[in-house]
């Protein structure tokens, strides 16, 4: 049986062909956002030996199909406790998005505030995202903190200070800007990706990482674009700005490996 020291997370998929992340304690396991197949997150966590059935809950960080479009499914067809902001599910359902829910088996929280899971506790952070009420998270337990921070629309105030306090993140770095501005995007959609409630790029995360402190253990780059992004153009980036920082980046179409704390 694998040994987990605190926490260990990996993400089973990452960018707008969907998102999903797992994290897992000694006692609790956590989903963040269904926004790819049922069946594929099923497989993908038993290649690493979990049972989605026996995942504690999934937590949704807004209504964007990417991150929320399989939700009934998880809910559904594998039992999961539904974690969601009233304002989420009203948009999403407006657009039947996530799919039929069960909505006696759902747990609303609000945008700011935590989630008390026993000895683990969800930190929920508004964001400026272009949703109805988009949340990144910081999961908290046996003195160590993991940031899952994608979909933030801008460098808001205190992110800093967020990712200050962490030991490790999954931290959106989506857009290569001259790419983007080179690409073949109208230029609305130009605007809206780089204005304040679209996406930040990998120069905006670089320069968030590089005053980290001395805390954060190793940072794993996500949601990155199909078109105005790769990993290499991301982490040359990164590494420029922050050589002794362990990198790693979140697949559009598959898994990491575990990481852990």
């Known amino acids: ?104 088996h759902i747990h609303y929280f609000r945008a700011g505030s935590g989630i008390d899971f026993g000895n683990v506790t969800v930190e929920t952070i508004s964001t400026p995202h272009d949703a109805a009420d988009g949340s990144a998270f910081v999961i908290a337990h046996g003195g160590k903190r993991l940031g899952i921070l994608t979909d933030l629309g801008h460098p ?45 790029s990998n120069m905006e995360a670089a320069r968030l990482l590089k005053s980290r402190g001395s805390r954060l253990k190793w940072a794993c780059l996500a949601h990155l674009s199909e078109n105005n992004n790769t990993p290499r153009a991301a982490l040359s980036t990164h590494l420029h700005m922050n050589p002794s920082l362990p990198l790693h980046v979140a697949g559009r179409h598959a898994p990491t490996p575990f990481f852990s704390l």
């Not at 993400?11 to 609790?28: I, K």
């Not at 809910?75 to 599910?89: C, F, N, P, V, W």
Request: aromatic share 8%.
């Open 156 to 200: 808001f105030h205190g992110l800093g200070e967020i990712i200050g306090m962490l030991d490790a993140v999954f931290l959106e770095s989506n857009f290569d800007n001259e790419m983007l501005v080179k690409g073949p995007y109208p230029w609305f959609l130009k605007k809206r990706i780089q204005g304040p409630h679209g996406h930040i």
């Open 1 to 104: 049986m694998y040994h987990i020291r605190v926490m260990r997370a990996l993400s089973l998929q990452s960018g707008s062909s969907g998102n999903c992340t797992y994290v897992e304690t000694r006692d609790l396991k956590l989903l963040f956002d269904a926004g790819i197949p049922g069946i594929r997150a099923e497989e993908r966590l038993a290649r690493e030996g979990v049972d989605i059935r026996k995942v504690d809950a999934l937590v949704i960080s807004h209504d964007h199909s990417d991150h929320i479009k399989y939700a009934g499914v998880y809910q559904r067809k594998y039992g999961l406790a539904l974690y969601i902001t009233e304002k989420t599910l009203r948009r999403a359902l407006s657009s039947q998005s996530p799919g039929k829910l069960d909505q006696k």
